[in-house]
C-alpha cells in the first residue's frame, strides 16, 4: 500500500510542477503560489481521488490533474485561513506561513490565482462535457457559500463569541473540512458515472472521514501545538475528553468500512489507505 500511495503521490507532486510553469509572468506571485501548492504534505484529498478510481477498475493515470485541481484549492484555503484577518497563523506544514515570507497582499492574490486556475484546470480536462460541468459545478459548491467559505465564516464569527456546544463545532466541521473530502469522493462518482444513490454515499463517506480527520488533527494540535493561536480553538476533545474523541474516531472508521464495501467493493483498497491516515 505503501508504494502505491508514493507512486500517487509523485504523479501528482510532478504534474503540479508542470502547470506551476504557466506561471512565469509574475515571479513573485508564482514564488508565493509554489511556496504553498509545492510543499505537498501527504496530499491525502488527491489520493483518495486515484485510489478510489482504481478500486472502480478506471486508469486513474488519465485523471491526475483532476487529482491537482483539488490540491490547488486546498492550497487556496491554506494561504487564506493564515491571513491576520482570518486563522493569524503563522506556521503551515512546519514552515513558516505564506503571508510572513511573501508579504499579505502577495499572498491574498496567490490564494485567488489558485482558486481561479483551479476552473481553468477543469475546463481542460479530457471528460465528456456533461461530466465536465458537473464537476465544475461540484467544485464551486465545495468551495463557495456551501462549502469552505460559510465553514471559515462560522469559524470566525466563533473567534470571539465561542462555540456554544459541540453541534456548532461540528457545524463548522462540516463545511470548513468536510466539504474537501466530500468533493473528493463524490469527484470519484462524476468520473466513475455512478448513480445518485451511490453519489450520495460517496458524499456521506466525506463528511464520515473529514469528521473523524479533524477530531484526530485537533488531538494532533493540542500534542504539538506550533501556533499560540491554535490553544484556544475549541474541540471535541477538549468537550468530551481524550478517551472519548479515540472512541469517536474508532466508530467513525467502522461507518467508513462499511460504505467503502457498499461503494467500492469487499476487495477495495480505499479503506485500508483511509484508516492509515490515522496511525
Given amino acids: 500500500m505503501k508504494k502505491i500511495i508514493s507512486v500517487y503521490q509523485k504523479k ?5 510542477r508542470e502547470i506551476s ?22 496530499l491525502i484529498r488527491s489520493v483518495i481521488i486515484l485510489l478510489g478510481l482504481d478500486d472502480l477498475k ?4 488519465q485523471y491526475i490533474d483532476v487529482a491537482c485541481a483539488i490540491e490547488m484549492i486546498q492550497s487556496y484555503t491554506l494561504i487564506h485561513d493564515d491571513l491576520p484577518e482570518m486563522d493569524n497563523a503563522t506556521m503551515r506544514r512546519d514552515k513558516i506561513a505564506n503571508h510572513l515570507i511573501y508579504g499579505h497582499s502577495i499572498a491574498l492574490l496567490a490564494g485567488d490565482a489558485l482558486l481561479t486556475d483551479t476552473f ?11 461530466q465536465k460541468v458537473a464537476l465544475i459545478h461540484l467544485f464551486a459548491q465545495k468551495a463557495g457559500t456551501s462549502g469552505v467559505c460559510f465553514g471559515q465564516t462560522l469559524d470566525m464569527i466563533n473567534q470571539t463569541n465561542g462555540f456554544d456546544d459541540w453541534s456548532e463545532i461540528e457545524d463548522m466541521i ?34 464520515l472521514y473529514g469528521m473523524a480527520f479533524q477530531i484526530q488533527d485537533d488531538l494532533n494540535d493540542d500534542n504539538l501545538v506550533d501556533d499560540i493561536n491554535l490553544i484556544h480553538k475549541t474541540n471535541y476533545h477538549q468537550i468530551f475528553g481524550k478517551e472519548k474523541a479515540l472512541e469517536k474516531i474508532d466508530q ?12 467500492f467493493g469487499e476487495k477495495n483498497k480505499i479503506f ?8
Fill in 252 to 263: 467513525i472508521l467502522s461507518q467508513i468500512e462499511k460504505l467503502c464495501i457498499i461503494i
Fill in 174 to 207: 462540516k463545511y470548513k473540512t468536510c466539504a474537501l473530502f466530500e468533493l473528493s469522493f463524490q469527484t470519484i462518482g462524476l468520473l466513475a458515472l455512478l448513480n445518485d444513490e451511490k453519489l450520495s454515499k460517496l458524499a456521506e463517506l466525506g463528511y
Fill in 272 to 279: 485500508a489507505y483511509l484508516k492509515s491516515t490515522f496511525k
Fill in 58 to 61: 478506471m486508469d486513474s493515470n
Fill in 12 to 16: 501528482i507532486a510532478l504534474r503540479l
Fill in 21 to 42: 510553469l504557466s506561471w512565469d509572468r509574475c515571479h513573485q506571485l508564482k514564488h508565493s503560489i509554489n511556496y504553498t501548492l509545492l510543499n505537498c504534505g501527504k
Fill in 120 to 130: 481553468l484546470v477543469l475546463s481542460n480536462l479530457k471528460i465528456s462535457d456533461h
